[in-house]
């Protein structure tokens, strides 16, 4: 790949993160540590983004909040062997509630029709079970955000609290190992917040990619989340220091 081509490449993962570590693009690109410090510095030079010790930050230091459309493209494959993994959680005569991540609708492309109730403040999730005959499908209910997909307002969060909820799937843009999981949206990250708060269980769904990252809004800490599911691309050191946390980290296989 030549320069130019992978600098294009870093401006669109900054713009997806927010923030990246020289460490983590070298490992995604195949090349030195040096490389793609020389490839940061052209592009700060240029005025395209933030030198940063130990890597790179978008000019405002903020990922772009991307549609649902766009998200559902990304990393298709991690979300896929992420969500069979959590697929072997979901038991009959249950409740669990979805966020409206892609990560999330990935599990709930491969639900069966059981009987078992799902909240949800997700357009994607409410089309995909509508005509499931055995599913209690309950929406939160709100304001309809169309770039998320996404319902929300301050009925939304009473509904969550109405439910008896044995376990929430939800997902985030960034986990951070002494933060935890964040949002880019802030209304989706009190959603979260309040829904981890409820659930007896809480299931992170995080690809590999979003390790070690974060974003606008901290919902949750460490300790909230039951047990993550995360790819094999996880960076052995992070899945070690989640462990040493006190998290149950489980790797997908693709």
């Known amino acids: 790949m030549l320069a130019p081509e992978r600098q294009q490449q870093i401006l669109t993962l900054l713009e997806e993160?927010?923030?990246?570590?020289?460490?983590?693009?070298?490992?995604e690109f195949q090349v030195t540590d040096e490389t793609i410090r020389r490839d940061l510095q052209v592009l700060a030079d240029n005025q395209q983004l933030s030198r940063v010790h130990g890597g790179a930050s978008s000019l405002n230091g903020r990922p772009k909040l991307q549609s649902f459309s766009e998200r559902h493209l990304l990393e298709v494959?991690?979300?896929?062997a992420i969500a069979k993994v959590a697929l072997e959680r979901i038991r009959p005569g249950q409740t669990y509630a979805f966020d409206s991540s892609t990560t999330s609708f990935a599990l709930v492309t491969m639900l069966?029709?059981?009987?078992?109730?799902?909240?949800?403040?997700?357009?994607?999730?409410?089309?995909?079970?509508?005509?499931?005959?055995?599913?209690?499908?309950?929406?939160t209910g709100g304001n309809y955000h169309p770039k998320t997909q996404t319902f929300i307002s301050g009925e939304s969060y009473s509904v969550l609290r109405r439910h008896n909820i044995n376990c929430a799937f939800v997902s985030c843009i960034g986990l951070d190992k002494q933060r935890g999981p964040s949002e880019g949206f802030?209304?989706?990250?009190?959603?979260?917040?309040?829904l981890i708060q409820v659930a007896q269980k809480v299931v992170l769904l995080v690809d590999s990619t979003k390790l070690n990252q974060n974003s606008e809004y901290f919902f949750a800490n460490l300790h909230d989340i039951t047990e993550i599911i995360t790819d094999n691309g996880a960076p052995a050191d992070f899945v070690k220091e989640l462990r040493a946390a006190g998290c149950t980290v489980t790797i997908a296989q693709p």
């Not at 993160?17 to 490992?27: M, N």
């Not at 494959?77 to 896929?80: I, L, S, T």
């Not at 109730?117 to 929406?139: F, G, P, W």
Request: proline fraction near 4%; hydrophobic fraction near 40%.
């Open 17 to 27: 993160r927010g923030t990246v570590r020289t460490i983590d693009l070298a490992e």
């Open 77 to 80: 494959e991690k979300k896929e």
């Open 112 to 139: 069966p029709d059981l009987p078992y109730r799902v909240l949800t403040n997700a357009y994607a999730v409410i089309a995909q079970l509508v005509n499931m005959e055995q599913i209690d499908l309950i929406s």
């Open 186 to 194: 802030e209304q989706q990250a009190v959603f979260k917040e309040t």
